[in-house]
Structure formats: structure tokens, C-alpha cells
């Protein structure tokens, strides 16, 4: 079976189940933000695999720069945010973390 | 050869992600990441995305993964356990796993990519299921390239022809060229939305002083 679009779609299909499985049980923030990255990632395989076999060309490969753009911004102030999670509430678990100010 | 190659890159990217999300050890998790990474860096260059195969790998291996390695040294405490979950999230969180993935199979497979459609002539195409709705402007798919070069003639003078090798290139030149005409408005936008994250990221990061060194920093100045 040569390779194909679906075949792209597939391994970003089980990326993005694997980010949101890990957005839904892991305990720790930064693990949840690997999740985060994990769904990105599988979006941007889709963009690929649509601008080589659909017909999309190479504007596929355009929104896919934007979403990496998007995912370092995002990781930067998230990172941020767990750090100073972190310093309030000295843990990482985001059942703990339940309040907005002290 | 290709689909070796394609397996070999996708069972990469796929262990490295279950090693991810099911490790134990948040830098284990952190580790795996780096190979899920590459591998998709590897199927970007397998489907002729060769600019954004280094993208990927400057910007994720080199600037987000770093970013998250710091983040885990800085926050885990050694020697603490981890605190395992309850069992019953971990069912919910599978379940909803699972029939999402089922959801998405039966809609990549239950959906033909191309179909048969007769044109004016009467004579029978495969045509993209997509493209046969009138397609929004910005999914256009043949990005007029000969509007671009005329547009970028007029403005910079006729290229060196010479110089401009094309084929060997790769996707490089076009991705320039469209950033510069066609998405020159997200371009700068997502610039200011970048610039935007890191002087916010810095803000809330940055450690409040204490007023014995606020007192200090009023007296230097």
C-alpha cells in the first residue's frame, strides 16, 4: 500500500489523540503543555499532507509556519505562567491550583 | 523506498509520543519529545516541506523543548513522589481518547478524497471533493505565481535569471515570496503577536523586588 494522504492523517490523528489523552490525565503542568505541543504538531502534519496530496499546495505550508509561530509563543508565556504557578502554590498539579490570588 | 522510509519516520514520531504522554518521569517525557520531534521533521521533508522541516527542528528541538526543559528543572522537586491519578480519570480520559480516534478514522476513511465529476465536455475527471465548492480566497489552491512575479518585477526590477535556479530551490523562495505578498498582513501581525508573548512572557516571569531592593535601586538612582 503506497503511502498516501490518509496515511499522514493517521499519525497526526494518533498525535492528537495522544496530546489530548495527555492534556486529560497527566498531573504535572509541563506535561499537559507537551500535550499541548503534541496536538500542534499533529495540526501541522495535516497542513502538510493537505498541501502535498490535496491540492492546497504550498498555502498548506504557510498556515503551518504560522502555527509553529503561534506554539513557541504560546510555550513562552505558558512557561511563564507554571513558573509562577509554581512559586504561589509550590506545586505543579493543576487540580491544586484553584484560586486566583492568595 | 519511500514508504520504508515514511514508516520508519512515523513509528519514530508515534513511540516517542507514547513515551510522552505515558512516562512516569516528566524528563523522560521531555526526552521522548525531542525524537517525536525529529520524526516529524523527517515526514515534513517526506511530503516536500523542506523549509519547514528546519523550521521545526530550529524552533521546536531548539527554542520550545529547551523552554519546556527548563521549565521541569525548575519546577520538580527531587525526591518527591509523583502524585498518581485516580484510576477513574485515567478510564474517562482513555475512553475519550479512543472514540475520538474512532470519530477521525471513520472520517479520513469514510471519506473519498477525490471523486469523478463530469465536465462541460461530458468527459468524466477526478476531481478533489473540496475543490468542487467555490473555494475560499484564502485556500486558493493555485496560488496565481505568475501574478506574484509580476508584482515583485515591478517593484524590485527582473530577477537574475541565473541566479534564480529554480527546482533545486525547494519550497524556501516561494515561502519568501508569499510572506511577502499573498500573507504579508498575518506575517506582521503574528510579528507583533510574537514580540507581543515575549515582553509579556518576561513580565510575568520576572521576580517582583522586594521593598528593601526597591529602596536600593531609589537610592542609586
Known sequence: ?102 | MFDIIFYIFGAITIGGAFVTVFAKDIVYAAFALLFTFFGIAGLFVMANADFLAVTQLLVYVGGILILLLFGVMLTSRIGTVDIRVSSGSKWAAGILAIGLFGILMAAFFGTAATHTEKDKAGKSKEVFSWASHSTPPWMNSQWNKNATDEVLKTKFGAPDEKKTNEGSSGTAVEIGKLFLTDFLLPFEVISVLILVSLIGATMIARKEPTPEEEAIAESVS
Open chain 1, 1 to 102: 500500500m503506497t503511502v498516501g494522504l490518509n496515511h499522514f492523517l493517521v499519525i497526526g490523528a494518533i498525535l492528537f489523540v495522544l496530546g489530548i489523552f495527555a492534556m486529560l490525565y497527566r498531573r504535572n503542568v509541563i506535561a499537559v503543555l507537551m500535550g499541548v505541543e503534541l496536538i500542534l504538531n499533529a495540526a501541522n502534519i495535516n497542513f502538510i499532507a493537505f498541501s502535498r496530496y490535496g491540492g492546497v499546495n504550498i498555502s498548506g505550508q504557510m498556515a503551518a509556519i504560522f502555527v509553529i509561530v503561534i506554539a513557541a509563543g504560546e510555550a513562552a508565556v505558558a512557561l511563564a505562567i507554571v513558573l509562577n504557578i509554581y512559586k504561589n502554590f509550590k506545586s505543579v498539579n493543576p487540580s491544586e491550583v484553584d484560586s486566583l490570588r492568595d
